[in-house]
């Protein structure tokens, strides 16, 4: 592992990559943040695809690239006028101390022999002592944007109101509401109405989530292991055909069901 001045040493050389690439390759210099934004996005799921497979030394590559964009970033603001890295970098410094008042003093030094609260009673109380931030969001759910996909902006949203102590008392009560959400779905579908079938198909996928949560299941990473399952029984489908020159639209569902199932047998 390298010491403090080894690190500091490679964020500095990784500033000056930066403006080097900025001022003499075309590509870097006509970027914009608008433009740049997409890849970002891109950038963000490979790392999560590395952490998730528990590969290090990919993980290690992704945060490198999520540390050129953030410079990205800094630098275009920087030519604007606007701010600089140092600026980015104070923000979160001032902001990480503001929040964590069971570890810093007021005027920023660690405390030493400070009474720790609980993890449990930080998290319980995390958008609360946000909520006071001089330059915070105005409500606990306005920081959350609105591009972030679905399964996770839902999470996001019970876990800040969860911090503020609304939250089901027992997790198992979330299994009611599971139930009422899905009797809500099947009425919406009887009656053939589209905008309705939307509203409760999205209240139950919602309140499933919740339950995945308070469980301590990762949706995302569920829904994701769900899909790999499926990919892996569907391919074997595939080859399991194609290798007789059937067509896989020819089969009959009874067919497929059966191929499905040797797959699933195999631990696919």
């Given at each position: 592992?390298h010491?403090?001045?080894?690190?500091?040493?490679a964020?500095?050389?990784?500033l000056d990559?930066?403006?080097?690439?900025?001022e003499?390759?075309?590509?870097?210099?006509e970027q914009?943040?608008?433009?740049i934004?997409?890849?970002?996005?891109?950038?963000?799921y490979?790392l999560?695809?590395a952490?998730?497979?528990g590969?290090?030394?990919?993980?290690?590559?992704?945060?490198g690239?999520?540390?050129?964009?953030?410079?990205f970033?800094a630098r275009?603001?920087?030519?604007?006028g606007e701010?600089?890295?140092?600026?980015?970098?104070?923000?979160i410094?001032?902001?990480?101390?503001?929040?964590?008042?069971?570890?810093?003093?007021?005027?920023?030094?660690v405390l030493e022999?400070s009474?720790?609260?609980s993890?449990?009673?930080?998290a319980?109380?995390?958008?609360?002592?946000?909520?006071?931030?001089?330059?915070?969001n105005?409500?606990?759910?306005?920081?959350?944007?609105?591009?972030?996909?679905?399964?996770?902006?839902a999470l996001?949203?019970?876990?800040?109101?969860?911090g503020c102590?609304?939250?089901?008392?027992?997790k198992?009560d979330?299994w009611?509401?599971?139930?009422e959400?899905?009797s809500?779905?099947l009425?919406?579908c009887?009656?053939r109405?589209?905008e309705?079938?939307?509203?409760?198909?999205?209240?139950?996928l919602?309140?499933?989530?919740?339950?995945s949560?308070?469980?301590?299941?990762?949706?995302?990473?569920a829904l994701?292991?769900s899909c790999?399952?499926f990919?892996?029984?569907f391919?074997?489908?595939?080859?399991?055909?194609?290798?007789k020159?059937?067509?896989?639209?020819r089969?009959t569902?009874e067919?497929m069901?059966?191929?499905?199932?040797?797959?699933k047998?195999?631990?696919?």
């Amino acid at each position: 592992m390298h010491g403090k001045t080894e690190k500091t040493e490679a964020f500095g050389r990784l500033l000056d990559v930066m403006d080097a690439l900025r001022e003499n390759c075309p590509w870097n210099a006509e970027q914009t943040m608008e433009s740049i934004r997409p890849l970002t996005e891109e950038e963000v799921y490979e790392l999560s695809d590395a952490i998730l497979k528990g590969d290090s030394n990919q993980t290690a590559k992704e945060i490198g690239d999520m540390l050129y964009h953030l410079v990205f970033y800094a630098r275009i603001a920087q030519e604007k006028g606007e701010f600089d890295i140092a600026d980015c970098i104070e923000k979160i410094c001032d902001k990480m101390i503001f929040r964590h008042p069971h570890v810093f003093g007021p005027d920023g030094s660690v405390l030493e022999d400070s009474e720790k609260p609980s993890a449990k009673e930080i998290a319980d109380n995390w958008e609360l002592v946000k909520a006071r931030e001089k330059d915070g969001n105005k409500t606990v759910l306005g920081g959350i944007p609105d591009t972030m996909p679905a399964v996770l902006k839902a999470l996001s949203m019970q876990e800040k109101a969860r911090g503020c102590g609304f939250d089901w008392e027992k997790k198992e009560d979330v299994w009611d509401k599971v139930r009422e959400e899905l009797s809500e779905v099947l009425e919406a579908c009887g009656e053939r109405d589209a905008e309705h079938m939307k509203e409760e198909f999205g209240d139950l996928l919602f309140a499933v989530i919740n339950a995945s949560r308070l469980y301590g299941i990762d949706p995302e990473a569920a829904l994701n292991g769900s899909c790999d399952k499926f990919r892996r029984r569907f391919g074997y489908l595939e080859q399991n055909t194609l290798k007789k020159g059937i067509e896989l639209k020819r089969l009959t569902l009874e067919q497929m069901d059966r191929i499905w199932d040797e797959g699933k047998a195999k631990g696919l």
